[in-house]
Each structure stands twice: as structure tokens, then as C-alpha cells.
């Protein structure tokens, strides 16, 4: 079964992909290994997110509000030119733990602190069209879900954080340095940089 993370990345692959890449001066491979690492840690932490008190009734009437309609590949050029509000949407997913977020992805796929936030403020805005998109075009997406919800977006988010942290790899283990411990504000990277070998080399 195909996750939301494996889907998204799906659409990013080709021109959006070689955009991004051009936009932070990065290879394509390692932007590649990068956004595959970034993505489960983005939905997992939403995920995590919507798990929590109302989380998914305020995440649902985000989505409702200012990212339904929105077409991933408009967003993006968005983004690229200075909108798209991604620092915003990652203060919401991240809180305080923003810079471990960012100091983590940047160490495991080494972009750097500096690259590694302005990839996730890239992506944040295109992950939140992306679930707009799939919770309110179910008809069009081909999928028999229940009538769009908060309820439906804490389950669908919450199997995706579950799955990503049963499969481990980078951006499982990025989630859970980052979110799912309690720490000091350091990260302890040395198991992710060995996972992350083929991130580093861009493959996924």
C-alpha cells in the first residue's frame, strides 16, 4: 500500500524536483535523498500532531481554510518566489523543536542547518496542499473514504506516522530525534548518519 509520503514524493519527482533543486543550489541527487528523508518528517510530525488534544480539528480547519483548492504545482511556484508561508506552517508542525527539525535533517542528508530549514520551508506549504487535496477531492483522487473530516485526518495522519516509524530509515528516525524524545535540544545523529548513507548519495 502506498503511502502519503511515497505519493507525494511520486509528484515531486521530474521538473518540481530539478525547481527545488536549482532554487537551494543543490544537486539532484542529493535534493532527491533529501525531500525523501524530509517528507516523513513533516507528515509523521503532523501526524504526531493530530494524535493530541484538538489537533486534528485545528490542522482540518487549516486545511479548510487556507489550503483547499490549492494545486501542488502552483504552491510551489509560490514558494520559489517568496510566498507560500512555510516558515509559518513549520512554527504550527514543529513548535519549539523547529530547529532540532532543522539541525537534524541538515546533519543526516548534509545539507546544513541553512538549506535543511529552507527545504522544509519549501515543502511545508506543498505538504499542506497535499492533504487538502486528498482530504477534500476524494472523488477525484479515486478513494471510497468517509465524508471528509477531522476524524478522517486523525486517522489517515495517524497511520502515516505509524508506518513511518515502523519503517524506520532516515526519516523515521529523523521523526522520532526529533519529536518522539525527550532531550536537551541536542540530537544525538550517529545511528541516522549510518541509515542515512543512501540519502547522502541521494538514493531513497
Do not use: C, W
Request: glycine letters at 22%; proline letters at 3%; charged letters at 20%.
Amino acid at each position: 500500500m502506498s503511502t502519503m509520503t511515497d505519493d507525494l514524493y511520486s509528484q515531486l519527482e521530474g521538473q518540481p524536483l530539478q525547481k527545488i533543486s536549482q532554487q537551494l543550489g543543490i544537486g539532484p541527487a542529493q535534493m532527491a535523498g533529501a525531500i525523501s528523508a524530509a517528507l516523513p518528517l513533516l507528515i509523521g510530525a503532523l501526524g504526531r500532531n493530530a494524535s493530541q488534544g484538538d489537533g486534528a480539528g485545528a490542522l482540518y480547519g487549516a486545511l479548510q481554510k487556507d489550503h483547499r483548492g490549492l494545486d501542488i504545482g502552483n504552491v510551489l511556484g509560490s514558494v520559489l518566489g517568496g510566498g507560500g508561508q512555510g516558515n509559518d506552517i513549520l512554527g504550527h508542525i514543529f513548535g519549539g523543536r523547529q530547529p532540532r527539525a532543522e539541525q537534524g535533517l541538515g546533519q543526516a542528508t548534509g545539507l546544513g542547518n541553512d538549506k535543511a530549514g529552507a527545504l522544509l520551508r519549501v515543502l511545508a506549504p506543498i505538504v499542506m496542499a497535499y492533504l487538502a487535496k486528498r482530504m477534500f477531492d476524494k472523488r477525484q483522487a479515486g478513494q471510497a473514504e468517509a465524508d471528509p473530516s477531522p476524524q478522517v485526518l486523525g486517522r489517515e495522519l495517524g497511520q502515516e506516522h505509524q508506518r513511518v516509524s515502523q519503517q524506520g530509515g532516515l526519516g523515521g528516525g529523523l521523526l522520532g530525534a526529533v519529536l518522539d524524545r525527550d532531550g536537551d535540544g541536542q540530537i544525538d545523529l550517529g545511528d541516522l548518519l549510518k541509515m542515512g548513507g543512501g540519502a547522502l548519495g541521494g538514493g531513497r
